[in-house]
């Protein structure tokens, strides 16, 4: 079967909304804010706070309000190449930032003492491996790398590694061989599963493109302050571009010129035949509401989630782990075989976990307590359905077979805050004190609106933004409503349904979408 991948980007005042779409379902949902700083991939100039060598790691100051962590299995073999030669830069001594002429130092042992590697205020470069979440700081490994598309470039190593997903001997060897001959000195370089099959000159192209990255990083250190960020990791939807553009992907939508700009670029340089598949939403419609991914966020994020079978899924989280409980729901009493009635709202449950687990960006651990099934076999379909569901999953997890109680246990790599969308709503009118006037008077409302501006302002067009029960109101019936605002004013009165209003709140637009002014 193929799959067809949309991403849809929504600009917003506080950063972008961005949704992945997979055969219409959303699979992952981003807010990608504006000002975010400690987002993984970020390379900080950082110093040495603390060494604690009961935890065998060190506490680094680069700015956030908690010292962010660094254990020495983090540290890289390389460290004292990089440690050396950020001393070079910052002392203003004369390297090349291609590493030219370098000389590594000595690979620290494996089971070694931080203490002996790392000392209080000492300068150090560090890359953010998983943000702040909750009470901790940042995580940071000095194992540098720079992610292009297919290769991710390692400085201070020399070493070529290739993908285990990639399993052919005869392409192994290659790109191995390409490799060995285009990478500089002094760099290593992880071959990404993409790469399989590529041409040199994209290979190459890429290479370059992480050698120019890390080079600003070297110019913007020569200038730093500590606490400074020396190279920031491409922004949320540039990312998963990177690492998830492929045949498959059939549409990239974005709705303000500046978003299709920035991501015209980035296609042009990554993968110029997939530059058409990207569309500029130019509709009066919200792009999230117009695609159906508003109503899709809603019916998501609760914290019951219903299957399509009729069984429902329970998610609660804690500070420590993911809870999530299976039930049947309405389904029990419509099969007589009480296995078969389990196994099937698990397959289904199993289905919707490895989409949730995505959705909400959920880590840590997370227990699933199936319905009880008896057989072994239903057991390991059950488990076997869960494990192909999360194979299209970008993080790192292990799942465990389900165990006598119907327990199924995950865990899942953590790197950034889980996210979470507010699906109870506010009401407008009560401000959540549970007594409304009438709600049928926005509709009073509206009419004196619309009449003041067509009859006493004399506006050519007007549009209206409501909420999709009140656009029904106005729709409903042979010679709807808006028929008869037509018969009255001589003019065609667009209505826009949007879920993210209250039932209460309205806007008018003009010819041009923007708002008017209302005067009550």
Known sequence: MNLSNELYISATSKGDRIALVRNKRLIEYHVDETEHHFAVGDIYFGSVKKVVSGNNAAFIDIGHEKDAFLHYHDLSPNILSLIKFTKDIIAKRPVSP?????????????QGKISDVLSKNMPILAQVVKEPISSKGPRLSCDISIAGRYIVLVPFSNSINISKKITSKQERQRLHK???????????????TVAENMDVE??????????EKWELGVKALRTAMPRDRVISEMDRAASIL??????????????????????????????????KILKLH?????IFEHYGIEKQLKSLFGRTVTLPGGGYLVIEHTEALHVIDVNSGNKASSEPNQEATALNVNKEAAIEIARQLRLRD????????FIDMKKAENKKEVHDVLREEMKGDRSKYTILPISKFGLSQITRQRVRPEISVDTRETC?????????????????????????????????KVSIMVHPFVY?????????????????????INLIKDSTLGLMEYHFLDKDGEEFELHS
Not at 98 to 110: C, H, M, S, T
């Open 472 to 492: 029904a109101y106005y729709k409903e019936g042979f010679i709807s409503r808006q028929m008869k605002w037509f018969f009255k004013y001589k003019k065609w």
């Open 242 to 275: 990177r690492d998830m553009l492929n045949d498959d992907f059939d549409s990239i939508v974005v709705d303000t010129k500046e978003s299709y700009d920035k991501i015209k670029n980035l296609l042009h340089a990554i993968a110029p035949q997939k530059e």
């Open 178 to 192: 390409l490799m060995s001959s285009v990478k500089p000195e002094n760099f290593g370089v992880i071959v990404r």
């Open 362 to 369: 959920m880590g840590g651990i997370v227990v699933i307590d």
């Open 98 to 110: 291609r590493l030219k002429g370098f000389k590594l130092e000595a690979q620290i042992e494996k």
């Open 202 to 211: 994209d290979l190459q192209r890429d290479l370059e493109h992480c050698l």
């Open 282 to 286: 130019q509709g009066k419609a919200k």
């Open 428 to 460: 407008p009118t009560c401000g959540g004190t549970g007594s409304i006037q009438a709600s049928i008077s926005v509709t009073d409302q509206i009419e004196n609106h619309l009449e003041h501006l067509l009859l006493k302002q004399n506006e050519a």
